[in-house]
Each structure stands twice: as structure tokens, then as C-alpha cells.
């Protein structure tokens, strides 16, 4: 292969011999950028797909367990969001009733600072601990990235701690929490737990289909987070005593229904009942928040 030099001589020349070489030098650094762009793409995809691979599902996990009880006093009211937004109408499929508004969710917090009440995950109601305030557990459904855009700043603000139950096969899907938005609210103390694979009703789907959903979801998201994942939330509340035996068996030590109701003093930490918190909620109003 004979080298082109650029001689100068005649100035046109020189100025044409040295863009050529300029226009193909780019050319070659595009094409190199581009593989690179390439090549990581493809290494995320496969580290993904790594993640999301579904472990293998232990035999029995539908094996039969004995509900176990424990005792609430004082009572701790969970309270359940999903959207922190305005609803935005239109063609949105999703209820108005899963929307709380920014200027209404912070208005929701700023009450409960002022009424001493203190936030802890789920695991506080296993394993107690002193706290200097009335506690309180915030949960959010399904993982929409509103929640980080919205809702966590605003918890870092009031210095609240939150447990959201994520749909795993929707993280890094658009309009839901990617990994490192995870990694970044787990970094500043929010909790996270499982909210199945796929959301599925639990409760009209094989044993097989529903020990997968609720057993690899969890496995998956600890790979995620790097930490042990023991709360676990129903899609749509749906529970029999067959799935509930597949949950305990999967390790988790809380779950969470949709049953619109304060807990009473003796409850299945596996059933635990929530507050529907819904755009136009008024705390005040709320006796579950008013008799603590």
C-alpha cells in the first residue's frame, strides 16, 4: 500500500490533500465510536438478560404453612401509593383513583411531620425496635418513575423512609424505575420489595406459574439491589391460602393486600392490610392516623 503525503507547494492542493486525510481520520473515528456504542449496548443487554434469567423454582413451595400472628401495639398504619402525579387524562388506562398530586402528596407529608409520626419498612413490624415518634410505613405500587422524579426527593426532604414494591420484569422499561435509580434511592435509604415478575392474579394462575412469579422475582431483585428482599405485595390484593404458603416459602417475612383497612393488634404478617391514599385524602380525617 503506497502512502500519500501532502506537499506543500501548491497551497490548494496542500489544503485539499490535508481535509481528505481529515474527512477519513473522522470517518474512522465514527466507526470506532459506533462499535463502541455497539459492543456496549450489547454487554448491558447481556448483563441484563443476565438479571432478569429466572433462577431455578425450589421443589414445595406450595407446601402447607401455619399462619403466624403478631401482635401491633401501638398500631402501625401502612399507607399505599402508586402515581405521584397529576392524572394526566387523555388515553391513560389507569385509574384516576392511583394519581396523588405533588402539591397534594407534599401537603400529605408535611401532616405527618407535624404530628410526630416517624417512617419504618415493613421489617419493623417482625422485629420492633425503639423509635423516637409514631410509626408509620409509606408504600408505593409498582415502581412507575414518577416516584423517583416526584416522590423521592420530596421523602428525602422530610427525611421519610418508603418501601416500593416493584414489578421486575418492568424495571429499565420506559415510565418505570431503571437499576441505577434503584441503586441510587436504595443508597438513600428507601426499601424495596417484590411486586411478582409480571403482575399477575396470583390466584388464577397455576402453583408452578405463581411460585415462579413470586419466588424469582425475588431472587431476581436481590441480584439488583444486593440485598436480602423479604416484602412482598399481592398484584391487585388477590390471595388464597396457596399463594400465601408459596410467599412464606419463598423467604419473604412480610406481605402486603389491598384491603382498604387499619390492621387490628393480632395480624398474619403476610395479610397485612393498607390505607388506600387517593388525590383528594385528607389525613386529618383519617382515624387509622388520628387515634395513634
Not at 160 to 177: C, H, R, S
Given at each position: 500500500m503506497v502512502k500519500t503525503r501532502c506537499h506543500f507547494g501548491d497551497f490548494k492542493l496542500y489544503w485539499?490533500?490535508?481535509?481528505?486525510?481529515?474527512f477519513f481520520l473522522f470517518l474512522i473515528l465514527l466507526?470506532?465510536?459506533?462499535?463502541?456504542?455497539?459492543?456496549?449496548?450489547?454487554?448491558?443487554s447481556v448483563q441484563e438478560n443476565h438479571l432478569r434469567t429466572p433462577p431455578a423454582i425450589p421443589a414445595n413451595l406450595n407446601s402447607p404453612v401455619t399462619p403466624q400472628k403478631i401482635s401491633l401495639t401501638p398500631a402501625v398504619p401502612i399507607l399505599m401509593y402508586h402515581h405521584i402525579q397529576a392524572y394526566p387524562g387523555g388515553q391513560n388506562p389507569s385509574s384516576p383513583s392511583i394519581f396523588v398530586s405533588p402539591e397534594n402528596f407534599t401537603a400529605q407529608?408535611?401532616?405527618?411531620?407535624?404530628?410526630?409520626?416517624?417512617?419504618?419498612?415493613?421489617?419493623y413490624l417482625t422485629h420492633p425496635e425503639k423509635i423516637d415518634k409514631k410509626p408509620l410505613i409509606l408504600t408505593f405500587d409498582d415502581g412507575y418513575r414518577d416516584v423517583y422524579d416526584t416522590a423521592f426527593p420530596l421523602l428525602?426532604?422530610?427525611?421519610?423512609?418508603?418501601?416500593?414494591?416493584?414489578?421486575?420484569?418492568?424495571?429499565?422499561?420506559?415510565?418505570?424505575?431503571?437499576q441505577a435509580q434503584i441503586l441510587e434511592m436504595q443508597q438513600a435509604g428507601m426499601n424495596f420489595g417484590s411486586h411478582t415478575l409480571?403482575?399477575?392474579?396470583?390466584?388464577?394462575?397455576?402453583?408452578?406459574?405463581?411460585?415462579?412469579?413470586?419466588?424469582?422475582?425475588?431472587?431476581i431483585l436481590?441480584?439488583?439491589?444486593?440485598?436480602?428482599?423479604?416484602?412482598?405485595?399481592?398484584?391487585?390484593?388477590?390471595?388464597?391460602?396457596?399463594?400465601?404458603?408459596?410467599?412464606?416459602?419463598?423467604?419473604?417475612?412480610?406481605?402486603?393486600?389491598?384491603?382498604?383497612?387499619?390492621?387490628?393488634?393480632?395480624?398474619?404478617?403476610?395479610r397485612l392490610n393498607r390505607l388506600f391514599i387517593q388525590n383528594d385524602t385528607r389525613f386529618p380525617d383519617l382515624p387509622a392516623l388520628k387515634k395513634i
Open positions: 485539499k490533500c490535508i481535509m481528505k486525510k481529515t466507526s470506532l465510536l459506533g462499535t463502541s456504542l455497539i459492543m456496549r449496548r450489547l454487554f448491558l407529608l408535611d401532616w405527618l411531620a407535624a404530628n410526630d409520626f416517624q417512617t419504618v419498612t415493613p421489617a428525602k426532604k422530610y427525611h421519610f423512609q418508603a418501601t416500593f414494591y416493584l414489578i421486575v420484569n418492568n424495571i429499565d422499561k420506559p415510565g418505570f424505575l431503571t409480571s403482575h399477575p392474579n396470583l390466584t388464577t394462575i397455576s402453583d408452578q406459574k405463581a411460585a415462579e412469579e413470586i419466588y424469582a422475582s425475588k431472587k436481590e441480584q439488583i439491589t444486593g440485598t436480602p428482599v423479604t416484602d412482598f405485595c399481592y398484584p391487585g390484593g388477590a390471595i388464597s391460602q396457596a399463594v400465601e404458603n408459596i410467599v412464606a416459602n419463598s423467604g419473604y417475612t412480610t406481605a402486603v393486600t389491598t384491603v382498604n383497612e387499619s390492621n387490628a393488634n393480632q395480624v398474619d404478617p403476610l
